[in-house]
């Protein structure tokens, strides 16, 4: 090459800066962010423009939560509790015939300075209203807790695409080098519908899938540590054998540079020896305050198990990681433990709002007091809502056709409502959403433009928002 032509070459941002959107800017932002990891800071400029928030916290309740007793204030539900359940057409269910127009077997009340009417299910959440913006016009392409799931977390009813924690963490990459950027905490009690294919990588880089870690278990991250029966490993022999495998894997990657799966084993088992130091630290509650633990409920069995969670779930996020999921509802028969209320609502969303309500509005007001809110994302959601009629006399179907999800934090606007459902919080009337709406405003939040957040599969530019979605500018601060 001649001096004139090295002149003109690019160097390596110059390069990726006009390779074109997609895989180009994010390989840009994975190379800036590590940059700037080495000067002992984080990528706070975002990828496409600057970022409101670095770091996301999903609740989700599966099963599918009730809008119409936990957000959706309808009086007319409580003036036609009883009667037929007309709203004009037909009314389609996925399991019953319309039963009669059911009241909430819980009271309402206006909260905050915004006025927003909320349920006695949920009276610690009330307490954050003003911190929350509500979105009770969702929709749902499925009315089946699988596919619905999958569409709630990758914008696809089919399994195989990307979860919104992957496309994260693909886009943005990791704030530490000692934890995973994605996380995900599930109910004790077992996996939603999908198991762990909500939190797949799909066809991103097998690295960004999320990393489980089953908080209160004496083994919270499966063969971290080896069983206490292998006395015959110690550190100098586990290190010998990382080496030997660590040159036998590269080996092995000579001429298979297009599978990402070998290499994201080989990060998986650098991170796990990595792990070892890290995840004790985090799941180490010993230095919180009796105060704090009391907060998220860690002194009540109805609130300790989605409290640890919820704590943990700060812990991480304090600590670098950048999307936390935390998981509310197991898909586990019979008698469910879920949010999935055919039967006995009020005994069913008793228990799981109950369990749910304390350690949901302790993480807001932990996050709050320790000035991360401010660039944290706190994003609830549920698969779909539920019916305004009965099923049976006690129960409420699956409804797809509205129901309520809520972010707070990180560039939200506080105290805010954008869209409604109709007068029994049945369909979806003002401003009807879907999740790629949620999903483009959170990107949005996070320095992202959603249609240039891009990966090249089978000929097709994919996104996490597909071919939709527009970022809600009513609801950012």
């Given at each position: 090459?001649?001096?004139?032509?090295?002149?003109?070459?690019?160097?390596?941002?110059?390069?990726?800066?006009?390779?074109?959107?997609?895989?180009?800017?994010?390989?840009?932002?994975h190379?800036?962010?590590?940059?700037?990891?080495a000067?002992g800071?984080?990528l706070?400029?975002?990828l496409?423009?600057?970022?409101r928030?670095k770091?996301?916290?999903q609740?989700?309740m599966?099963?599918a939560a009730?809008?119409?007793d936990?957000?959706?204030?309808?009086?007319?539900?409580?003036?036609r509790?009883?009667?037929?359940?007309?709203p004009?057409?037909?009314?389609?269910?996925?399991?019953?015939?319309p039963?009669?127009?059911?009241?909430?077997?819980?009271?309402?009340?206006?909260?905050?300075?915004?006025?927003?009417?909320?349920?006695?299910?949920?009276?610690?959440?009330?307490?954050?209203?003003?911190?929350?913006a509500?979105?009770?016009?969702?929709?749902?392409?499925?009315n089946?807790h699988?596919?619905?799931?999958?569409?709630?977390?990758s914008?696809?009813?089919?399994?195989?695409f990307?979860?919104m924690?992957?496309?994260?963490s693909?886009?943005?990459?990791?704030m530490?080098?000692d934890l995973?950027?994605?996380?995900?905490l599930?109910?004790?009690r077992?996996?939603?519908?999908?198991?762990?294919?909500?939190?797949?990588a799909?066809?991103?880089?097998?690295e960004?899938q999320?990393?489980?870690?089953?908080?209160g278990?004496?083994?919270?991250?499966h063969?971290?540590?080896?069983?206490?029966?292998?006395d015959?490993?110690?550190?100098?022999?586990?290190?010998?054998?990382?080496?030997?495998?660590?040159r036998?894997?590269?080996?092995h990657?000579?001429?298979?540079?297009?599978?990402s799966?070998?290499?994201?084993?080989?990060?998986?088992?650098?991170?796990?020896?990595?792990?070892?130091?890290?995840?004790?630290?985090v799941?180490?509650?010993?230095?919180?305050?009796?105060?704090?633990?009391?907060l998220?409920g860690?002194d009540?069995?109805i609130?300790?198990?989605?409290?640890l969670?919820?704590?943990v779930?700060?812990?991480?996020?304090?600590?670098?990681?950048?999307f936390?999921?935390?998981?509310?509802?197991?898909?586990?028969?019979?008698?469910?433990?879920?949010?999935?209320?055919?039967?006995?609502?009020?005994?069913?969303?008793?228990?799981?709002g109950?369990?749910?309500?304390?350690?949901?509005?302790a993480?807001?007001?932990?996050?709050?007091?320790?000035?991360?809110?401010?660039?944290?994302?706190v994003?609830?959601?549920?698969?779909?809502?539920?019916?305004?009629?009965?099923?049976g006399?006690?129960g409420?179907d699956?409804?797809?056709?509205?129901?309520?999800?809520?972010?707070?934090?990180?560039?939200?606007?506080?105290?805010t409502?954008?869209?409604?459902?109709?007068?029994?919080?049945?369909?979806?009337?003002e401003?009807?959403?879907?999740?790629?709406?949620l999903h483009?405003?959170?990107?949005?939040?996070?320095?992202?433009?959603?249609t240039?957040?891009?990966?090249?599969?089978?000929g097709?530019?994919?996104r996490l928002?597909?071919?939709?979605g527009?970022?809600?500018?009513?609801?950012?601060a």
């Open positions: 090459m001649t001096e004139q032509a090295a002149r003109r070459a690019p160097n390596r941002r110059q390069f990726l800066e006009s390779w074109g959107g997609g895989l180009g800017w994010v390989a840009l932002a190379l800036l962010g590590r940059e700037s990891e000067a800071k984080d706070n400029g975002g496409h423009h600057p970022a928030a770091r996301v916290v609740l989700f599966s099963g009730s809008q119409c936990t957000f959706d204030y309808k009086p007319l539900l409580i003036e509790s009883g009667e037929e359940f007309d004009g057409g037909k009314v389609e269910l996925f399991q019953s015939s039963g009669p127009v059911m009241k909430s077997p819980w009271t309402w009340k206006r909260h905050g300075e915004s006025g927003k009417w909320m349920s006695s299910l949920v009276p610690h959440l009330a307490e954050c209203v003003d911190e929350m509500f979105f009770p016009s969702m929709i749902s392409k499925s089946v699988g596919p619905a799931t999958f569409m709630q977390n914008g696809f009813v089919l399994p195989g990307p979860s924690g992957a496309w994260i693909y886009g943005l990459g990791s530490t080098d995973p950027s994605f996380v995900v599930p109910d004790a077992g996996f939603a519908p999908n198991g762990p294919g909500n939190h797949s799909g066809f991103l880089p097998a960004h999320g990393t489980m870690i089953r908080a278990r004496d083994n919270p991250i063969d971290l540590f080896p069983p206490s029966s292998a015959f490993i110690t550190p100098e022999s586990e290190a010998d054998g990382l080496r030997l495998l660590g036998l894997n590269r080996r990657m000579r001429g298979r540079e297009d599978d799966r070998l290499d994201a084993r080989i990060q998986a088992y650098e991170m796990a020896a990595r792990l070892q130091v890290t995840a004790p630290q799941m180490d509650l010993s230095g919180e305050t009796e105060s704090t633990r009391k998220y860690l009540d069995p609130t300790e198990d989605f409290g969670r919820c704590l779930a700060r812990r991480l996020l304090e600590r670098g990681v950048r936390v999921q935390v998981w509310s509802g197991a898909d586990n028969g019979f008698p469910r433990r879920n949010w999935d209320s055919h039967e006995d609502l009020d005994k069913d969303h008793g228990m799981m109950k369990s749910m309500d304390k350690p949901a509005a993480l807001i007001r932990d996050l709050q007091s320790r000035g991360l809110l401010e660039d944290t994302i994003y609830w959601t549920t698969e779909f809502g539920r019916m305004p009629c009965s099923q006399t006690m409420r699956h409804n797809p056709f509205t129901f309520t999800s809520w972010l707070a934090g990180g560039g939200v606007r506080g105290g409502t954008y869209g409604a459902s109709d007068e029994w919080s049945y369909k979806a009337l401003n009807p959403i879907y999740c790629y709406d483009a405003t959170v990107l949005h939040l996070l320095g992202i433009d959603h240039r957040l891009t990966f090249r599969h089978n097709i530019d994919r928002t597909d071919v939709h527009h970022v809600i500018e009513e609801v950012l």
